[in-house]
């Protein structure tokens, strides 16, 4: 779209070296990790809400699409600009406002490195839990958007759980508020909840009230190979049942280990391995990894290391950080999508995901975050081959299918955007999405904030 000369003109005075319209720029933010890419018509660079404000009630006087942008690292293409319009990027909105250590929260604005906020806490003795294998470059405000999780979630939550108050603008221009530093709240409606994962159709976050945790003393972690997926599920629902919450707990299938023998890593011949990490005190770490070890035992499982320090723990995280490169290694062509199913289902979406992948004679790799039900299906082939990519675009559905069926949904941590979007009809009900289209409408009533995303048609 071409955009108006006047609101070109209103936001060029608004923003100065802020408002970009260079081919550079522009193609720079049209795309994310799923390797999607449309041209927005301009990038806008604010630094205070209050030009966020401006921004957001001159483009509704126009009709021009407003989509907000953090780092790029998301994989569902949720911050392509698909119908053109205004690309917001919050590089330079990235503050720490405040740390309160007394209260355990952060204020940060929404451009602020997950790492960055990392590094500062760590001299308070405090982290935020969210850790996205992104971490180090992704940003807060997308982690926001999609709800992301990471390994820690099993134990701490994802990021709605970890968010105290935000404030954001609206798609009618109004800047609300909403939660607040405290942590227990009994006053209307949970607006914070309901804007964090919405992938900014409903509004833009310009700041953010973190829930920070105590960083714990001491950590450990086991590994754990087993005869198959069914073993591991097994002692999966075993450690999630028992009063030690595991700090971790991811999951690599057969094909996941065979991947990683083939590029040299040590591990042995097995169907199934857990990791598990485990955190407390330096009195109580011992007996919390004894407890764990407990679980992890039981029929099926065929060996199991531990490791107390940091380089053995090192050493046992080293082939779950190996996985997503090796991956490239069988074929460059990749659909990463994660599924969620309840934690007794995974032996079903293991066994239905290796069934899909002879069926279409392609390889598919399953780990993830098991102890949340929250497993990454990776579909791999060569794009340059025609019928290997109409295969493995046959199979995504199928997998969405499998996880539905077991009584899962969509995503985990990783958003619909435009990957899953399509899929939305098969995961809801007709009221349910009447539901979440009303809520739309009332938080951005001209449809300006990021369409084509989440909904579908």
């Known amino acids: 779209m071409t955009l108006p000369a006047a609101l070109v003109a209103e936001l060029s005075a608004l923003l100065g070296e802020g408002w970009r319209t260079d081919e550079t720029t522009r193609t720079a933010n049209g795309g994310d990790d799923s390797r999607r890419h449309a041209l927005p018509d301009a990038v806008a660079l604010p630094h205070t809400r209050e030009e966020v404000v401006a921004l957001v009630r001159a483009c ?29 990027s ?44 992104s971490f180090e470059s992704c940003t807060v405000g997308g982690n926001l958007a999609t709800n992301a999780g990471g390994p820690r979630a099993v134990k701490y939550g994802a990021t709605r759980d970890n968010v105290l ?4 603008v609206t798609g009618a221009g109004e800047l609300i508020r909403v939660g607040g530093t405290y942590t227990k709240c009994s006053s209307g409606f949970d607006l914070t909840r309901l804007l964090v994962g919405s992938e900014g159709t409903l509004a833009l976050i310009v700041e953010a009230t973190l829930k920070l945790a105590p960083r ?40 996941s280990l065979e991947l990683l023998r083939r590029n040299g890593s040590d591990v042995p011949d097995a169907g199934a391995m857990l990791l598990v990490e485990a955190d407390g005190s330096h009195d109580a770490l011992p007996d919390i990894l004894a407890a764990l070890g407990a679980a992890a035992e039981g029929d099926g499982l065929l060996d199991m290391d531990v490791a107390q320090d940091g380089i053995a723990r090192d050493k046992l995280w080293a082939a779950r950080r190996a996985l997503s490169p090796a991956l490239r290694t069988i074929a460059p062509g990749k659909i990463n999508e994660d599924v969620v199913v309840p934690v007794s289902r995974i032996p079903e979406l293991v066994a239905g995901v290796e069934a899909l992948a002879d069926e279409f004679g392609l390889p598919i790799v399953t780990f993830g975050h098991a102890g949340n039900g929250n497993l990454h299906v990776n579909i791999l082939f060569h794009p340059d081959d025609a019928d290997e990519s109409v295969r493995a675009q046959a199979a995504l559905p199928r997998i969405f299918e499998l996880a539905l069926g077991l009584g899962g949904a969509l995503s985990g941590e990783h958003g619909i955007g435009l990957s899953k979007r399509g899929f939305m009809a098969d995961a809801f009900d007709t009221a349910t999405l009447e539901t979440m289209r009303a809520v739309k409408l009332a938080l951005d009533p001209d449809g300006i904030l990021n369409p084509g995303k989440l909904l579908p048609e």
């Open 60 to 88: 509704r006087a126009h009709r021009v699409p407003i989509v907000a942008r953090g780092a790029g690292t998301a994989t569902t293409g949720a911050a392509v600009p698909t119908q053109g319009g205004i690309v917001v």
């Open 216 to 255: 714990p003393q001491a950590q450990a972690g086991l590994r754990a190979f087993y005869r198959d997926a069914a073993s591991a599920a097994a002692a999966v629902s075993r450690l999630m049942a028992q009063p030690v919450v595991p700090a971790m707990l991811e999951f690599m299938d057969r094909r």
């Open 90 to 133: 919050f590089a330079r909105m990235h503050r720490i406002l405040e740390v309160r250590a007394a209260d355990r929260c952060a204020v940060v604005e929404p451009g602020l490195r997950n790492g960055e906020l990392q590094a500062a806490l760590q001299p308070h003795g405090l982290f935020w839990p969210p850790d996205p294998s």
């Open 165 to 168: 108050g935000l404030v954001a």
